[in-house]
């Protein structure tokens, strides 16, 4: 069993920056393939970021590469989410998840465990 709490998250005004972090319990996370998910209001959670187990493979949804960098210390069982040049449609709830596997995936319903969310608002 794995328990994420997210934190990081709040206000910041258009081209600022946040650092949302996912601190996991439990021994299986760093053989644990991590996402961070968006849920804006009235609309579907999709697919921000992905890091496999050692950290050395990265995916990113095309309207947030360049500008996010998601990154993990499995020494803290946490991963990282940095987020700059921030625009008022990132606003959303975003979610921390992992999965029993090392690699990643862009899909939602491959991953097993999920945190509770951290609101992100951008102002313009």
């Known amino acids: 069993q794995v328990q994420l709490v997210e934190s990081g998250g709040g206000l910041v005004q258009a081209g600022g920056s946040l650092r949302l972090s996912c601190a996991a319990s439990?021994?299986?996370?760093?053989?644990?393939?991590m996402g961070w998910f968006r849920q804006a209001p009235g609309k579907e959670r999709e697919f921000v970021a992905a890091?496999?187990?050692?950290?050395?493979?990265?995916s990113y949804a095309d309207s947030v590469k360049v500008r996010f960098t998601i990154s993990r210390d499995n020494a803290k069982n946490t991963v990282y989410l940095q987020m700059n040049s921030l625009k008022p449609e990132d606003t959303a709830v975003y979610y921390c998840?992992?999965?029993?596997?090392?690699?990643?995936?862009?899909?939602?319903?491959?991953?097993?465990?999920w945190g509770q969310g951290t609101q992100v608002t951008v102002s313009s």
């Open positions: 998840a992992a999965r029993r596997a090392v690699l990643t995936t862009r899909a939602a319903a491959a991953y097993d465990y």
């Open positions: 439990g021994r299986t996370f760093s053989s644990s393939a």
């Open positions: 890091i496999s187990w050692s950290g050395g493979g990265t």
